[in-house]
């Protein structure tokens, strides 16, 4: 109680709570940016993690184009495709938990250097063997393997990282900035990568994909905040206890259980017209062919910017629950409303409503995000972000799922289904969950 007294009294005493440094920091500072879209970056910490996220999406995404090029040139086998898919989530399903209470034990800036160096390495390997002529398919399952596990400890340190680099108001501001980022670079990077491929061959465009991580390394070391790691005792016991924690704290809050619940809903009802839907609808039901399920894609890509554009000029504060049911229903009815425009409506219609799901898509991430973000105390945020890990478990049951009923109704139908069950899960939970609508 004494040391309470003396921090309320003497915010300089060095007895500063987490939120006390936070409020601190950014006391009496404004935003001097006319456009609300893009308020967060005028905090110079958040600069330097958002130009280190372009540096990273916009490599991401050039690997995604080649790597299934190299897979292919290696072993012509599409089998090989799906399981380098799968060699890359396996570690970031078994980690990514895990990754949530180094997020919380350690450095959280140190962390992020760590495993973008780690991914730098790798990138750089990999392009050498190819430049060289020595790869083999299990150097591409092993650096894919190995990228996966720098990413699980990626993910959590950084989304965690944003709360303690702009002020509370800024949080929805700075994640939807960041959703828009990566879509941004999804068209770039393809376009580009697609280019190199063309112009260089696969060597020197891996080689461009490791030249342009870099900047991932550089722009985060440059971040300065303060360390928010702990004295707990760091074994194997203390981390399964951590962990606990928790998942404890998660389903206690009225904020994050709901949250969290209606995520699951989301991610296996709703992300299979990615991973399923959308390349069954390309080939099978418009025929639009591999460069048309290409255009498909982009087309997403740029309502998704889109989205993530709108949604940091509202910056919501308030209702962010209603808004969170709201654009998932919306999303829902698009999914349905698509499947629809495919049984006859001009292709145009078709990419039109594509566009929209991709728009309503990235607005439903970023308010989950910064709901978590700002409903999870400083030291727990890294584990209560590493729970958004597990959708990709629920993804893979979705998908499977979704698979099953496409093989058995078509691709239309099954769509159909699917994005009713998002509607009609927004309103299930809404109905028995009431704090799901109560969160500001």
């Not at 999406?57 to 090029?69: G, K, N, T, Y």
Request: aromatic share 10%.
């Amino acid at each position: 109680m004494q040391d309470e007294g003396r921090i309320q009294d003497n915010p300089d005493s060095g007895l500063l709570t987490p939120q006390q440094i936070r409020e601190l920091r950014f006391r009496g500072s404004a935003p001097p940016f006319g456009i609300k879209t893009f308020q967060a970056l005028a905090y110079k910490d958040y600069r330097y993690l958002w130009l280190g996220q372009i540096s990273h999406a916009f490599s991401l995404w050039m690997e995604q184009i080649a790597r299934p090029v190299l897979v292919l040139a290696l072993t012509g086998s599409a089998l090989h495709l799906g399981m380098i898919l799968a060699a890359r989530m396996v570690p970031q399903i078994l980690l990514g938990l895990w990754a949530g209470v180094i997020a919380d034990w350690f450095d959280r800036r140190k962390v992020l250097i760590i495993s973008k160096s780690g991914a730098a390495v790798v990138n750089f390997v990999l392009a050498g063997l190819i430049l060289s002529g020595n790869v083999e398919l299990w150097h591409v399952y092993s650096t894919t393997m190995l990228k996966g596990l720098f990413m699980a400890l990626d993910q959590p340190a950084r989304q965690s990282l944003i709360p303690s680099i702009v002020p509370e108001g800024q949080v929805t501001n700075a994640v939807a900035l960041n959703s828009a980022t990566m879509n941004m670079m999804r068209i770039g990077g393809a376009a580009v990568s697609g280019l190199l491929l063309a112009a260089f061959g696969i060597g020197w465009t891996f080689m461009v994909v490791a030249i342009v991580f870099l900047g991932a390394v550089f722009f985060t070391a440059k971040i300065q905040v303060p360390s928010n790691a702990v004295t707990t005792r760091r074994n194997l016991r203390g981390a399964s206890e951590s962990l606990k924690e928790g998942f404890r704290f998660a389903w206690n809050s009225p904020t994050i259980r709901p949250v969290i619940i209606l995520a699951a809903v989301f991610f296996a009802f709703g992300m299979s017209y990615m991973q399923v839907f959308a390349p069954l609808f390309a080939k099978q039901v418009m025929e639009i062919g591999d460069k048309g399920f290409g255009f498909l894609m982009s087309t997403t890509g740029a309502g998704a910017l889109v989205g993530a554009l709108t949604l940091a000029t509202i910056n919501p504060q308030k209702r962010r629950g209603l808004a969170l049911m709201g654009v998932m229903i919306t999303f829902g009815f698009m999914l349905i409303l698509f499947s629809i425009s495919t049984f006859g409506a001009p292709i145009p219609v078709s990419f039109a409503i594509i566009a929209l799901i991709g728009m309503f898509q990235t607005p439903y991430h970023a308010l989950q995000n910064a709901i978590l973000l700002d409903s999870a105390p400083e030291d727990m945020r890294g584990r209560i972000m590493a729970l958004v890990s597990l959708d990709r478990v629920v993804i893979m049951g979705g998908g499977t799922l979704a698979g099953f009923l496409a093989a058995a109704f078509g691709a239309q139908i099954a769509q159909i289904i699917f994005g009713s069950m998002c509607i009609l899960g927004v309103l299930f939970l809404g109905s028995v969950i009431p704090d799901l609508r109560k969160i500001q």
